[in-house]
């Protein structure tokens, strides 16, 4: 069932036009996925309640949209070009290959957190794993795979400059500390966050897309006096689990896993992954993690300012420790359309809808003309077309099959939908439909911009 609903997913994504596979006309190119014109509503409108909530609702945040392309020193610095690797294993029969852990934990349920490359190439004969392709137990040994791309920065060959495309946004967080609080002047405890474009040329992405090599962010590091770090971690987690609460996640698919401390990296004191509960089982959805001072302090070691703070009333300076919590966008969209999607038994038929959260939906309201022919009803249709779409994201179809246009609104998760019919011309009213319950009520045309600003703003 859990595998049949991934499966119901796709084909609904693909078919209402959330998300298509990329470069389709071309036979495609593996893992990369387009966002249609649902789902690029949907993406948006996850992306708009995330600063809504995270930045512009408190006075201790601010916003950052820093560039994909950073000095290579920036990747020397945070330990991705030396440490930020994969263990790859290659079968020798097929040629495919895959990462080493994963084999570990998928076929023989043992985890590889802090195990070397030796140890994991011994552990991989030893338990006879095969390569999940051909079936062959002849891997190679183990080697390092960096998960960065890299590209040329200029034009001249020779004299063009190696850079890479980011595999996080936190560090262009990190180098613009001094500009942020130079040209805010921000008092600790404070964050900034930031929306944008990773990469991560993942050895073996899957599951939709739950693990890409292109993925979007949603990540905030959040700064504070040493010796706090621990209360404010902790106030991370509650609010961070409360947004996806108020936006319909029920708190039985929602997991707290906190790191073991084998698997915690170097620089970091405590871990706590929010995990969700996928077909496929609980998976990362957020990452919350104490960094110390570990990342300003590298970034001193190497750049040509340093990073600290200066308290302005004992002018003492400090490198502030950091609390990270980074959330996926592309994680998250799945997330809120695996909790929306339903199919309900109806006396006939069964009804597939999702019902997403009115603020996430991506429509907001569907406008039905109850005959195509009848331009008294049209002209009013589309008159409250014109009036709606300044303040929402409304769809016209006067097509005159409200059977299916229902149909149509309830797959894409659209709150409401108003019929205009020949009472309308005698009595100034519509009908207005719930996706949720399926009620129908008259509500006056005098009165229907009130009434969806009561129940969708």
């Not at 916003?63 to 079968?91: N, Q, R």
């Not at 620089?267 to 929010?274: A, E, G, N, P, W």
């Not at 099959?401 to 009472?423: L, M």
Request: glycine share 6%; aromatic share 12%.
């Amino acid at each position: 069932m859990a595998k049949d609903l991934l499966k119901d997913i796709v084909a609904l994504c693909k078919r209402r036009g959330f998300i298509f596979p990329g470069s389709e006309i071309y036979g495609g190119l593996a893992n990369t996925w387009d966002y249609g014109p649902m789902g690029a509503e949907l993406k948006n409108n996850v992306k708009r309640e995330w600063w809504k909530y995270f930045i512009q609702a408190r006075p201790d945040m601010v916003g950052l949209d820093s560039s994909i392309l950073m000095h290579p020193k920036t990747w020397i610095a945070s330990g991705h070009v030396e440490g930020f690797s994969d263990p790859l294993v290659e079968c020798l029969a097929c040629k495919k290959r895959f990462r080493g852990d994963q084999l570990l934990e998928e076929q023989v349920k043992i985890s590889a957190v802090g195990m070397g490359l030796p140890e994991i190439g011994k552990t991989i004969k030893e338990k006879g794993v095969k390569c999940p392709e051909c079936g062959h137990d002849k891997l190679a040994e183990p080697k390092k795979f960096n998960l960065m791309f890299s590209t040329q920065m200029g034009a001249v060959e020779g004299e063009s400059l190696t850079v890479y495309l980011r595999p996080e946004t936190a560090q262009g967080i990190f180098v613009n500390f001094n500009n942020v609080l130079n040209s805010t002047r921000i008092k600790l405890p404070f964050g900034i966050g930031q929306t944008g474009k990773s990469f991560r040329n993942e050895i073996t992405p899957k599951q939709f897309i739950f693990r890409t090599r292109e993925f979007e962010q949603m990540e905030i590091e959040y700064f504070v006096k040493p010796g706090t770090e621990d209360a404010s971690f902790q106030e991370w987690v509650e609010y961070s689990k409360n947004w996806f609460f108020q936006l319909g996640i029920q708190p039985k698919n929602l997991a707290m896993r906190e790191h073991d401390p084998k698997e915690l990296a170097f620089y970091s004191k405590r871990t706590v992954d929010l995990e969700y509960r996928f077909p496929w089982g609980f998976g990362e959805l957020v990452g919350i993690a104490s960094r110390t001072d570990y990342d300003l302090k590298q970034h001193n070691l190497y750049a040509e300012e340093k990073l600290e703070y200066q308290d302005q009333i004992t002018n003492e300076k400090f490198i502030p420790y950091v609390i990270e919590p980074s959330f996926g966008v592309d994680r998250a969209v799945l997330t809120f359309l695996l909790e929306a999607y339903q199919e309900e038994k109806l006396e006939e038929r069964t009804r597939t809808v999702l019902k997403l959260h009115p603020r996430l939906a991506p429509v907001k309201i569907g406008i039905f003309a109850l005959k195509r022919n009848a331009p008294e009803l049209i002209e009013i249709s589309s008159s409250l077309f014109r009036d709606f779409c300044p303040l929402w994201n409304v769809q016209l179809d006067n097509s005159g099959n409200i059977g299916k246009a229902y149909s149509r609104q309830d797959e894409i998760g659209t709150p409401f939908c108003v019929t205009v019919d020949f009472q309308t011309l005698s009595d100034k009213t519509v009908t207005v439909r719930s996706r949720d319950s399926m009620q129908q009520e008259r509500i006056s045309l005098d009165q229907i911009k009130n009434y969806f600003r009561e129940n969708l703003d």
